[in-house]
């Protein structure tokens, strides 16, 4: 499988926050349930989803001891992690490549918060330490 192939799809990121943010493993219907309710996801398409990130290698899973029929499932990457890969694939597919053209299309327009700013000062200033 090619890598972006393997990188979650956005429904996909959607289930990946979901068990990011609950921090323990869940079964397919306490996915659904806390899902956001404007995604409209069904428990069906969740289900295939799910099959979906399992095969990439972003969900783990164990069996239910009290019925085999019920799955708990885990993530098995990071937010972190991911969005790294995410950010990484998206540089290369739009931006050939180049980060510095990626943040100048991402920042070239934005009113940055002066926190915003002394965090951005901070990545160039550990940037410059680790060259």
Sequence with gaps: MPREEMLPSESEWMIMEVL????HDLTSA????????SSKMTQRMVRVLINRLCKKGMLTYTVDPDDSRVYHYTAARGREECQRAKS????????EGNRLSAAFALLDKENL???????LEKLIAN?????
């Design 20 to 23: 990011w943010r609950c921090g």
């Design 30 to 37: 306490e996915i659904t349930d806390r899902l956001p309710k």
């Design 88 to 95: 990484s694939a998206f540089v290369e597919s739009y931006f």
């Design 113 to 119: 918060s002066e926190e915003q700013i002394k965090e």
């Design 127 to 131: 940037a410059k330490k680790n060259k």
